[in-house]
């Protein structure tokens, strides 16, 4: 069935650090994949979103590249801030498919001084 | 503007009351969706609306009853929960459902707690 899998947290970096979150998903059809982010006491927000091969979403200092070989949308930042504290969620879209998000199990980040 | 609105932002109920969960959205999307998030686990779909009618019920208990009133309103009926139902509850809204691809913007939520 449709699933995306997303790297076990918590993550915790230093502020300035390199940030990569792994992100695979299952091939069937052409998804779109997107990177959602989840405050503290918040709801989901959309960070950036990719709709086909080779494509690359970008937001806030966040991207990911929507790789069709390998079936991953993995989410990078080059400096992560304390404010980046926060889960983050990868998900699917198939068209078609009623417009139902399959979401990943959610990644947490910490960021420390 | 891509703002979902949710009210109350927290709820506590005993399993005997009845209680209502809102949600607005004045973005002109004609898609409304309720997802139930438990703790450090990603959203969960409840329910889908499409141009008002419930396209998508995801076996969820009779308990919970959606209501749309009109295309920017959506509500959540709560009757006789239980204790697992606490939850974090999430609205959401899209342009579309079907045929192309519709983001999905996402309210706060509303922190429910059944005792």
């Known amino acids: 069935g449709d699933s995306v899998t997303q790297m076990e947290g918590p993550v915790t970096l230093s502020e300035e650090a390199f940030l990569t979150i792994n992100c695979t998903y299952t091939?069937?059809?052409?998804?779109?994949l997107f990177w959602y982010v989840q405050y503290p006491g918040e709801g989901l927000q959309l960070l950036l979103k990719?709709?086909?091969?080779?494509d690359k979403g970008s937001n806030k200092g966040f991207e990911a590249t929507y790789r069709k070989e390998t079936t991953s949308f993995h989410l990078e930042k080059g400096s992560v801030q304390v404010s980046d504290s926060a889960v983050y969620f990868c998900?699917?879209?198939?068209?078609?498919?009623?417009?139902?998000?399959?979401f990943g199990t959610g990644t947490q980040l910490k960021v420390e001084l | 503007d891509t703002e979902v609105t949710q009210t109350p932002k927290h709820l506590v109920m005993g399993m005997t009351n009845k209680k209502s969960l809102k949600c607005e959205q004045h973005?002109?999307?004609?898609?409304m969706y309720w997802y139930k998030q438990k703790a450090k686990k990603p959203p969960e779909l409840m329910f889908v609306?499409?141009?008002?009618?419930?396209?998508i019920n995801e076996s969820v208990p009779s308990r919970f009853s959606p209501e749309c009133p009109n295309s920017s309103l959506l509500n959540l009926h709560l009757h006789a929960l239980q204790p697992e139902d606490s939850a974090l509850y999430l609205c959401?809204?899209?342009?579309?459902?079907?045929?192309?691809?519709?983001?999905?913007?996402f309210g706060p939520g509303t922190r429910l707690t059944v005792t």
């Open positions: 959401a809204s899209s342009q579309g459902t079907s045929g192309s691809l519709y983001e999905q913007y």
């Open positions: 091939a069937t059809g052409y998804p779109s």
């Open positions: 990719a709709t086909k091969a080779d």
């Open positions: 998900a699917r879209y198939l068209t078609g498919g009623g417009n139902k998000l399959t």
């Open positions: 973005m002109g999307h004609r898609a």
């Open positions: 609306y499409s141009y008002e009618k419930l396209s």
